[in-house]
């Protein structure tokens, strides 16, 4: 079980962070917990020309982070609640407009819906016997900004990603059940 629990007394000023993202670093990815943090992460990521990846799976966020990020990958239940849409290829499309923002949406066993040269496109999710699904979509996102930095197409990244949290799902443990990349690669592989 997890309990997340945010102080409401927490700061939220953002201004002790880095003034630019470490030498090396091919992307940036942060989520919604933390608008001023993850505005400044996103707003170095676009400074450096790298991709700057929102996991928009809690509370809605901010506008000003989706216009910010180059990619967002939703939670179905945060697109939900961002656009009053329940049908997700009509809440993605509702979402995209007037962004120039790559948008996606997690939908767990169901796959991934994505944006890709102006359609709304499905990626199965990989087939797998689940065992625990906490800190699927975490590995998700990592796995998804991880290709990103490496140069790879949204497709392909979105299928990393989808591979990676399906390997997840077989084993017990959000942290520990996450695999590491010879594993994954095996895995993509296998699955051709």
Same mark, same amino acid.
């Given at each position: 079980?997890?309990?997340?629990?945010?102080?409401?007394?927490?700061?939220?000023?953002?201004?002790?962070?880095?003034?630019?993202?470490? $030498?090396? @670093?091919? #992307? /940036?990815?942060?989520?919604?917990? +933390?608008?001023?943090? %993850? *505005?400044?992460?996103? &707003?170095?990521?676009?400074?450096?020309?790298?991709?700057?990846?929102?996991?928009?799976?809690?509370?809605?966020?901010?506008?000003?982070?989706?216009?910010?990020?180059?990619?967002?990958?939703?939670?179905?239940?945060?697109?939900?609640?961002?656009?009053?849409?329940?049908?997700?290829?009509? $809440?993605? @499309?509702? #979402? /995209?407009?007037?962004?120039?923002? +790559?948008?996606?949406? %997690? *939908?767990?066993?169901? &796959?991934?819906?994505?944006?890709?040269?102006?359609?709304?496109?499905?990626?199965?999710?990989?087939?797998?016997?689940?065992?625990?699904?906490?800190?699927?979509?975490?590995?998700?996102?990592?796995?998804?900004?991880?290709?990103?930095?490496?140069?790879?197409?949204?497709?392909?990244?979105?299928?990393?990603?989808? #591979? /990676?949290?399906?390997?997840?799902?077989?084993?017990?443990?959000?942290?520990?059940?996450?695999?590491?990349?010879?594993?994954?690669?095996?895995?993509?592989?296998?699955?051709?």
């Amino acid at each position: 079980m997890v309990i997340s629990y945010s102080d409401p007394a927490m700061p939220e000023d953002a201004a002790w962070l880095p003034t630019k993202l470490p $030498a090396g @670093a091919g #992307a /940036a990815l942060a989520d919604t917990r +933390w608008g001023e943090g %993850t *505005l400044a992460a996103l &707003g170095l990521a676009r400074d450096k020309g790298v991709p700057g990846v929102l996991d928009a799976d809690r509370k809605p966020p901010h506008p000003a982070l989706l216009a910010t990020a180059s990619h967002v990958a939703f939670s179905a239940q945060a697109l939900r609640e961002v656009t009053g849409e329940a049908d997700p290829r009509q $809440a993605l @499309a509702k #979402a /995209a407009q007037g962004l120039d923002t +790559w948008l996606a949406v %997690t *939908l767990g066993k169901d &796959g991934v819906l994505f944006q890709e040269n102006g359609a709304i496109v499905h990626s199965p999710a990989f087939a797998v016997e689940t065992v625990d699904t906490l800190g699927a979509g975490d590995v998700w996102h990592g796995a998804f900004a991880l290709a990103l930095a490496e140069g790879k197409p949204e497709r392909e990244a979105v299928r990393f990603g989808s #591979a /990676a949290a399906a390997l997840k799902c077989t084993r017990f443990g959000g942290r520990s059940g996450a695999p590491d990349r010879a594993e994954l690669e095996r895995f993509l592989a296998e699955r051709g």
